[in-house]
């Protein structure tokens, strides 16, 4: 009874917020406005995409704990480094989405927040690893250090992705449903559907973005839930598996990276050479253009499922990407 109330409540939320989103966004001071060069929107859209997700974390967790349903939610003290990164993260990407920090201050900015959260909160640990064509496991002797670095990439990775409408919604369904259908936590993560399906219609008609907060607020909970399932569950994504899971997003973040250095630009220095943008100037047409990243992404989960080993998924991936990379600049 007490999750029938909660899915409805935050189903009603949601769907106000939604009828009435002309109104809520006019309350909001955030937009992206639209600068000629990187962002070529018509006219300013709101921003408040990641501001409606982190809501729906609090308000989520805050009706678990009043009905004492934490099992449905991350358990023991996970829960609070949870919410102090998501919220730290999200704070910084609202900072650039407003104020258009420099790469270096983002990066410095990350990397204090995750940083501090896991040296107070020892939950955020990650002491072994496992690789599924392999039998031993793997202790992290600087585990600390591997985990900041991961959720800094993490975090520009899905950044990287969302560059056009439903892009990086459309890849945070697929991931959630995939932790549904895993067993992690399903309630959360079904509840947490509901706003994101919300989204995806408001952001398709342009009229919300996710911005950087959007974007960091979704690394984290993807970041954690990797951690959260690894140390809890016995059905866990394994190491190289996680990577498969995203590998798109990360192989194409590693390509910008390598032809920005060589260019002799920052790394983390915003360009239109994306995957989406090459798709884009391909086909014309920005539905088709998010058909064709999603699909994309989605072929490595798929060999996986297939029992295909990681190695040659990877290997796959690789030669599917780079070839679809090579053939749209040859036409283009």
């Not at 900041?148 to 892009?167: E, H, R, T, W």
């Not at 995957?275 to 058909?291: Q, R």
């Amino acid at each position: 009874m007490e999750i029938f109330f909660i899915f409805t409540l935050i189903f009603l939320v949601n769907l106000l917020v939604f009828l009435k989103f002309q109104i809520f966004s006019k309350y909001l001071t955030f937009f992206d406005k639209p600068d000629g060069r990187l962002k070529k929107h018509s006219q300013p859209i709101s921003l408040a995409g990641g501001l409606i997700i982190l809501a729906n974390l609090y308000l989520i967790i805050f009706l678990s704990k009043i009905f004492n349903l934490e099992n449905f939610i991350f358990k023991n003290n996970f829960i609070y480094p949870f919410l102090i990164i998501a919220t730290l993260f999200y704070l910084i990407g609202l900072i650039d989405d407003l104020k258009n920090l420099t790469p270096n201050k983002k990066l410095i900015f990350l990397f204090i927040s995750i940083f501090f959260v896991i040296y107070f909160f020892p939950d955020i640990n990650l002491e072994y690893i496992k690789i599924s064509f392999l039998n031993d496991e793997y202790n992290f002797k600087y585990s600390s250090l591997f985990l900041i670095f991961s959720f800094v990439l993490l975090a520009n990775a899905m950044n990287m992705y969302d560059g056009i409408n439903l892009q990086l919604i459309l890849f945070t369904f697929y991931l959630i449903t995939l932790f549904i259908l895993k067993d992690f936590i399903p309630i959360f993560f079904t509840l947490l559907l509901i706003p994101l399906f919300f989204l995806a219609i408001l952001n398709y008609k342009n009229k919300v973005f996710l911005g950087d907060g959007g974007a960091y607020l979704i690394s984290v909970i993807i970041g954690c839930t990797f951690i959260y399932q690894y140390n809890s569950f016995d059905n866990y994504f394994f190491g190289d598996e996680v990577f498969v899971l995203l590998m798109i997003p990360s192989i194409d973040m590693l390509r910008l990276f390598i032809l920005r250095i060589i260019n002799k630009k920052h790394p983390f220095k915003g360009d239109l050479n994306h995957l989406h943008h090459i798709v884009n100037e391909y086909t014309k047409n920005k539905n088709l253009t998010v058909l064709i990243t999603f699909i994309l992404s989605i072929i490595p989960v798929m060999l996986l499922f297939l029992n295909f080993q990681t190695y040659n998924i990877l290997i796959i991936g690789l030669i599917i990407y780079f070839t679809l990379i090579l053939y749209l600049r040859k036409k283009i």
